[in-house]
């Protein structure tokens, strides 16, 4: 994958801030946030920073900077997308039904996850910008469509394609 594995061995000199000055570094363990939902309980959110558009600019310079844009083209984007989602679908092997928050598993089982979680998303995002996508913008729009293909009043609790209801 390309990431930075410098700032995951300790070197300084190929560190990226995020907007707010703080330290790449600072961000490397995964850590989940939990927050109070109505009724007490607890939903998981993702932190503030880094935002997408923080996400490219620093694989554009880690790109950037080893000269490897003649590789990073849409279609080998692809492919390499791919493969690391396959790593993650390996993650989940034989394990049968896996509850959220993922209970049994071990710091170091977590900690694999998030890496290939995180490189899935690095793919997404460069793969996205090669190809002049603004994501974030894309999802708001696809999920309006959702929102209409899906209404809640006929959709709730189940699990049909929106082709398989009735008006």
Known sequence: MSTNGDAVNGHK?????????????????????LTNGAGGDEKFTFSKEPTLEEVRRLQAEFTDERDWNQFHQPRNLLLALVGEVGEVSELFQWRGEVAEGLPGWTDSEREHLGQELSDVLIYLVELAEKCHVDLPQAVLRKMALNRLKYPASKVQGSSKKYTEYKD
């Open 13 to 33: 000199d190929d560190l990226s801030t995020l907007s707010n000055g703080v330290a790449l570094t600072d961000r490397l363990r995964v850590r989940p946030t």
